[in-house]
């Protein structure tokens, strides 16, 4: 096969190709980190953008709208597996290590369709759903999802534009439904809000209210005693 006879194969090959000549361990690495690591970073950086929310936002309403994004985040990831199922049963691509034995995949058991990865889509939709609330925490995560696509085919379990789909998927379901899932989600955030308890977890400003009304009311009691004790000495000096 000439050089990009088919630019598809041809850069499945060179990926992979990566792979045989890697040592075993790194094989490992790379299949944890496709499998499971960047799940746990997501997680890790979805943490990261609450905390930016509930403590840097300036007012409640931007707090409880922040929060309410990256709500959406998952939702967006488990709408965009969801618009794939079809997607996968239209296109019916078989894995690549199905039809070039050249193709050494690191894990076994893939018998399902290649196109469009669910990998990329689901950790795509969640790195622009973060990305929409908190730009820097949004910057890392979509660097993930581009790790787990290159990953993906890395492992030699989907070709590069099983990858490209799936980002492309992944961004498209986030971007563009975001303002319907924000029309939905914020007004709910706002109810749960409503509890005292649970608003402290959505708006450090809450917290920081209680406690300055509790040193408000403190002092307030201070100032009244302290004019009591005064004006109990004034009838003692009358007397």
Known sequence: MALWDNPDVELLYEINGLAKDAPTWADRVMEYIGEYGIAVGLVVLTLWAWWGVTRRRESRDEA?????GLLWAPLAALIALAVNIPIRGFVERPRPFLEHKAVEPLIQGKTDFSFVSDHATLTMAIAVGIFMVQRKPGLF?????????????????HYPTDVIGGLALGTA???LLAPVAMWALTPLVRAVAGNARLETLLWAGAAAAAVGAAAAGRRAAGRSGEGERRRAGDRDLAA
């Open 141 to 157: 995560a979509i660097a993930l999802a581009l790790l787990e696509a290159f990953c993906r085919v890395y492992m030699g379990v």
């Open 64 to 68: 409880l709208s922040g929060f309410a």
């Open 173 to 175: 379901v986030a971007l």
